[in-house]
């Protein structure tokens, strides 16, 4: 069971828009900024997200984030094939003293 | 470019150690936080140890206190994982991460199965 909760899949056609949540407590999101990855199939993870709604250089900007309270949120806007992968939230936990990821959630371009 | 090598994995009996070794190159090495993340085949990630840039500090996931311990050499650009008293459920891929605002470069990982 993941610290931070993620539904374990999301879907959507070609130009849709798409909205992973990602839920946690006052000792993690409550407290800290969140980060997105996105694993694409039998690669290692990238960062998507940084500090809640930062996107690193050469992510485009059809993926935005937001938080408010103890929850996150991923969007993708314009939803493209090349979306299809695993998109995991993450963020410091005070109360453990670490990192703490969601379980995943696995989004599929119908 | 900006490159995190891993090495060192193997299948290993349950009770045994490994060590893991990372090797970075194309940026500075001794400036940045680093972590091991693992992913068990099928699984999702799971953050394991982080290290400071200058080894102050260092934190692990509960699973692993006791048993593993990050460490690093910035004279040869290195991060280790040793890995001590292995178990079935430490079978998994396992990353070496840079750390800025979030884990911004991962290596393509080295696997480690325990299995008798």
């Known amino acids: 069971q993941s610290v931070l909760t993620q539904p374990p899949s999301a879907s959507g056609t070609p130009g849709q828009r798409v909205a992973i949540s990602c839920s946690g407590s006052?000792?993690?999101?409550?407290?800290?900024?969140v980060n997105w990855y996105q694993q694409l199939p039998g690669t290692a993870p990238k960062l998507l997200i940084h500090?809640?709604?930062q996107r690193p250089s050469g992510v485009p900007d059809r993926f935005s984030g937001s938080k408010s309270g103890t929850s996150a949120s991923l969007a993708i806007s314009g939803l493209q094939s090349e979306d299809e992968a695993d998109y995991y939230c993450?963020?410091?936990?005070?109360?453990?003293?670490?990192?703490?990821f969601g379980g995943g959630t696995k989004l599929t371009v119908l | 470019q900006v490159q995190l090598v891993e090495s060192g994995g193997g299948v290993v009996q349950p009770g045994r150690s490994l060590r893991l070794s990372c090797a970075a190159s194309?940026?500075?090495?001794?400036?940045?936080?680093m972590h091991w993340v693992r992913q068990a085949p099928g699984k999702g990630l799971e953050w394991v140890a982080v290290?400071?840039?200058?080894?102050?500090?260092?934190y692990y996931t509960d699973s692993v206190k006791g048993r593993f311990a990050i460490s690093r050499d910035n004279s040869k650009h290195t991060l280790y994982l040793q890995m001590n008293s292995l178990r079935a459920e430490d079978t998994a891929l396992y990353y070496c991460?840079?750390?800025?605002?979030?884990?911004?470069?991962w290596g393509q990982g080295t696997t480690v199965t325990v299995s008798s």
């Open positions: 991460v840079r750390d800025t605002f979030g884990m911004d470069v």
């Open positions: 993450a963020a410091w936990d005070d109360s453990l003293n670490g990192w703490v």
């Open positions: 500090s809640n709604n």
């Open positions: 194309g940026f500075t090495f001794s400036d940045y936080g």
């Open positions: 006052s000792s993690n999101i409550g407290s800290n900024t």
């Open positions: 290290i400071w840039w200058d080894g102050s500090k260092e």
